[in-house]
């Protein structure tokens, strides 16, 4: 996590980490991307969206994987250093992690959870 900040001091909120593989897919929203309906756990009713980066992307285009990658770190990066206001989304305190297979245990993450609005889209919200 600190990696992503580069040196900036990260704003004090508790992050919560859940890794990718414990994610159930509900629903891909489609688009480009990996933006996808998830739940946490089998009992989980809680439904939130996942917007990241997964093997999938990697399996289909090495290039296309690392550059959604650098712009999914840039949009946390970025989200995480706006200032609080009540007419923009917090940023993503739930962030979701992937083991490395090589090397000591360490963890990356490859992407956020946001609580799904299940009303229809942000325009539909305010509307």
Request: net charge positive.
């Amino acid at each position: 996590m600190d990696r992503l900040f580069k040196g900036e001091e990260p704003k004090p909120q508790v992050n919560y980490f859940v890794d990718y593989s414990s994610l159930i897919q509900v629903n891909h929203l489609g688009g480009r991307g990996n933006v996808t309906v998830v739940r946490i756990s089998p009992s989980s009713d809680s439904l939130y969206v996942f917007k990241g980066v997964d093997f999938g992307t990697f399996l289909e285009s090495p290039a296309d994987f690392r550059h959604r990658k650098d712009m999914c770190y840039h949009e946390i990066r970025m989200t995480s250093s706006l200032p609080i206001h009540p007419n923009i989304v917090r940023p993503a305190s739930i962030f979701v992690t992937v083991k490395k297979v090589q090397g000591k245990g360490r963890i990356s993450i490859c992407g956020t959870l946001s609580p799904f609005m299940s009303h229809g889209t942000l325009d539909d919200q305010i509307t």
